[in-house]
């Protein structure tokens, strides 16, 4: 994965799918965005951050930036309908219990978030 930056020049030239406010669509190109923002307030590469503020301190033993083709063996895939294509394609996330804790460091209100 390079620098976020990158990613701009593919999704910039990118027509809307449909009237904001008039539906919803899982859309990769708003965590590139919201990565630059996170960037640009903290100071620190996206990579950086979430790995100090957010896979460190939920103790997310099995979650990273990993290459998609050397995944470790308990990857857990999601896959999702392309409305287009009407196929099933895969979505990579990371291990059932670093969901399980992420969710849970999430929803805890006794704790600071990072």
Not at 29 to 53: H, T
Not at 57 to 84: I, K, W
Request: hydrophobic share 35%.
């Amino acid at each position: 994965m390079g620098r976020l930056e990158y990613y701009l020049q593919l999704i910039a030239p990118l027509p809307p799918k449909f009237e904001p406010g008039a539906r919803y669509c899982y859309s990769n190109s708003g965590y590139v965005l919201l990565g630059l923002a996170l960037e640009a307030a903290s100071g620190r590469a996206y990579r950086r951050f979430v790995q100090e503020k957010i896979i460190e301190p939920c103790a997310l033993q099995r979650t990273g930036f990993c290459r998609t083709d050397s995944l470790p063996a308990n990857a857990a895939q999601g896959y999702m309908l392309d409305e287009e294509t009407g196929e099933w394609r895969s979505n990579i996330y990371t291990c059932a219990s670093d969901l399980d804790k992420i969710w849970r460091a999430i929803f805890d209100k006794s704790t600071t978030p990072p």
